[in-house]
């Protein structure tokens, strides 16, 4: 059962971001800030998560030198603080299918991130690299294809009025145009690039302080701050800041409870066990969930674009699982090889050489 863990908790993670997705784009839909929302559910987050942190790891905690501080800081800003801005706006601009179709480029990107900081090997002469080449392509001609090509709609049942989906003009908007779609996909794309290199990089900065709780909790925190500073610059208006028993607190409580509190935990401790990369490979099923039922809760109307993209996208990430599970396996094989040579080599050592008598002729 121990092996499966890891498995077991990259399916959560995945199906709670694909929650994200959806409430998300319905409490924009209703006319949130952007600004405002993602400087909520960090706060909450960061209340969620403190007692735990304060409790469980306080006592054991880690010395948090000056310099680890400040390596916490900016990936707090960087990873959390400017990927949640961008990616808000993204999906104000886009759909909430199209927005977890673009979290499939994260792998590609993680991947790039990955090999130039040397945690991941390329080889291109071998079957895996060429594995990872083809699969990369595939994911560039799948993100491609969301942002250009739209292509015949397809309706699914739609349950109407489940969520309060208007804009501030009450006006139901489920297909956006292409300037807007190419825009959305511009911005989600940024966004995964700065959630790549904080995927990445958390894993460098985990050694440090390895406290993963008080790690996260201190992240959210920072990010609170940070979030707080940039929503109070562009939004002073506070009706816009008021939240009532509705879409927008749910998705509030959701992003802020258990997308941040709980997933954010969830991937430190994912990556601790199997890397970035694992983590970002399978990033697909948070597609195939939000495609589903984003077209039957918040009535999105899905395109053939949207379908030939995310296939494409993921076809191309499991050939890069693929050429990356196959160079895992080739490595074990080397390892053990060398294991086996060793030990053969210190057992002629120790078997003393037979020697002949003297000859009696």
């Not at 489920?174 to 894993?203: A, D, E, M, Y």
């Amino acid at each position: 059962m121990g092996d499966k863990k890891p498995y077991l908790a990259v399916l959560l993670v995945q199906s709670i971001y694909g929650g994200m997705f959806m409430l998300s784009k319905a409490a924009f839909n209703g006319g949130m800030n952007n600004y405002v929302f993602v400087f909520y559910r960090q706060a909450a987050a960061t209340l969620f998560l403190a007692p735990f942190a304060f409790y469980f790891e306080w006592k054991n905690r880690p010395t948090l030198s000056f310099v680890t501080f400040c390596k916490i800081f900016f990936l707090s800003l960087f990873g959390i603080s400017l990927c949640l801005d961008i990616f808000g706006i993204g999906i104000v601009y886009a759909s909430a299918t199209l927005a977890a179709a673009i979290s499939n480029c994260l792998p590609v990107v993680t991947f790039f991130l990955a090999l130039l900081l040397r945690m991941e090997v390329l080889r291109l002469r071998s079957v895996s690299g060429i594995a990872k080449i083809v699969g990369i392509i595939a994911c560039i001609a799948g993100a491609i294809t969301l942002a250009l090509y739209k292509g015949p709609h397809f309706n699914l049942l739609c349950l109407h009025h489940l969520f309060e989906s208007h804009n501030s003009h009450g006006i139901v908007s489920h297909v956006p145009s292409s300037q807007t779609r190419i825009k959305g996909c511009f911005l989600l794309f940024v966004s995964n690039i700065l959630w790549g290199l904080w995927l990445v990089l958390q894993g460098q900065v985990l050694k440090d302080y390895p406290s993963k709780l008080l790690f996260i909790t201190l992240q959210c925190f920072l990010s609170t701050i940070q979030l707080f500073a940039i929503a109070i610059g562009f939004e002073r208006d506070p009706r816009e800041w008021e939240l009532g028993w509705n879409v927008r607190l749910l998705a509030v409580a959701y992003c802020g409870i258990v997308v941040t509190g709980v997933t954010f935990y969830l991937q430190a401790w994912i990556i601790e066990k199997k890397g970035p990369v694992f983590l970002a490979m399978s990033t697909p099923v948070t597609l195939v969930f939000t495609m589903f039922f984003s077209a039957i809760l918040l009535c999105e109307i899905i395109t053939l674009g949207s379908v030939l993209g995310g296939l494409m996208l993921v076809a191309g990430l499991y050939s890069v699982l693929w050429g990356k599970s196959k160079e895992e396996k080739m490595n074990d094989a080397k390892c053990l090889k060398a294991e086996v040579d060793k030990e053969r080599s210190e057992l002629k050592q120790v078997v003393p050489v037979e020697t002949k008598g003297p000859s009696l002729v």
